[in-house]
């Protein structure tokens, strides 16, 4: 049986504060699961759900599905009671960034993600004013270490990299960040209580971590200051999807 969220003193700061943080709050322990719908096309995303029933009330729909047809799926889960996270990973110039946050915040879904970049991020929240959609900044992917960053140009290691990307998205004023579950205590110390987690990067103790590099268990990501937990093959592969995920939120409850 799934139970509401235990009142926290976190919690019960965010839940006096505006409408619109309370509304992207997780409803329950369920609500903090986020099933990944990494899927070659619409047809298999569907028979997901349907495997997964009540188990799972929150979808994210990512590249792959999206360029598949992905956003038709956006209007009946919604309307199914479902919650969707559009992980777009928005990053161009800002005039490009508003009109992409524009036509988002038409579809439905709770939350939207932008590379954190400053200014992608101001004009996101420009663009977004007072429409039901959350905004996440996404730090650092989950499948880059240290060496991974240097060969791409950064000089700062992922822990700093991170911190700074979660100061900027609260001088931007966005809903939230995407990051490890790894870093979300340090970001919670940076960021205060009014910026949301949502960890990808998820496996259950026993999984194996594929192409990531900075995974923790559900029960260590919830213990670090996670708000949501992406998860992915861990469910969509298993055997009994509905089981994997009944598993997955089992172990979040106990850590709250």
């Given at each position: 049986m799934v139970t509401s969220i235990?009142?926290?003193?976190?919690?019960?700061?965010?839940?006096?504060?505006?409408?619109?943080?309370?509304?992207?709050?997780?409803?329950?322990?369920?609500?903090?699961?986020?099933?990944?719908?990494?899927?070659?096309?619409?047809?298999?995303?569907?028979?997901?759900?349907?495997?997964?029933?009540?188990?799972?009330?929150?979808?994210?729909?990512?590249?792959?599905?999206?360029?598949?047809?992905?956003?038709?799926?956006?209007?009946?889960?919604?309307?199914?009671?479902?919650?969707?996270?559009?992980?777009?990973?928005?990053?161009?110039?800002?005039?490009?960034?508003?009109?992409?946050?524009?036509?988002?915040?038409?579809?439905?879904?709770?939350?939207?993600?932008?590379?954190?970049?400053?200014?992608?991020?101001?004009?996101?929240?420009t663009a977004r004013a007072a429409r039901p959609l959350g905004l996440l900044g996404v730090t650092v992917l989950t499948n880059m270490d240290d060496e991974d960053l240097s060969a791409a140009g950064y000089r700062s290691d992922v822990s700093s990299l991170v911190k700074s990307r979660a100061v900027d998205a609260v001088e931007a004023g966005m809903d939230g960040l995407v990051c490890s579950a790894r870093e979300a205590a340090q970001v919670r110390r940076a960021s205060g209580p009014d910026l949301l987690l949502v960890t990808p990067g998820i496996r259950p103790a026993g999984s194996d971590a594929g192409d990531q590099k900075r995974t923790l268990t559900p029960g260590e990501a919830i213990a670090n200051g996670s708000d949501y937990l992406v998860v992915g093959r861990p469910i969509a592969a298993a055997e009994k999807p509905a089981r994997a995920a009944q598993a997955v939120i089992a172990e979040i409850e106990a850590a709250l």
């Open positions: 235990p009142a926290t003193p976190v919690a019960a700061a965010r839940g006096s504060g505006g409408s619109s943080l309370k509304r992207l709050l997780p409803r329950d322990a369920r609500d903090r699961c986020i099933v990944a719908l990494d899927l070659p096309n619409v047809g298999a995303a569907k028979a997901l759900v349907s495997d997964l029933g009540e188990a799972v009330t929150f979808y994210k729909i990512g590249m792959q599905l999206v360029f598949a047809g992905g956003l038709d799926l956006i209007a009946p889960l919604t309307a199914a009671g479902k919650r969707v996270f559009l992980d777009m990973k928005l990053l161009d110039i800002d005039n490009t960034i508003t009109h992409g946050v524009e036509s988002i915040a038409g579809l439905g879904a709770t939350f939207t993600t932008i590379h954190a970049y400053p200014k992608a991020m101001r004009a996101a929240v």
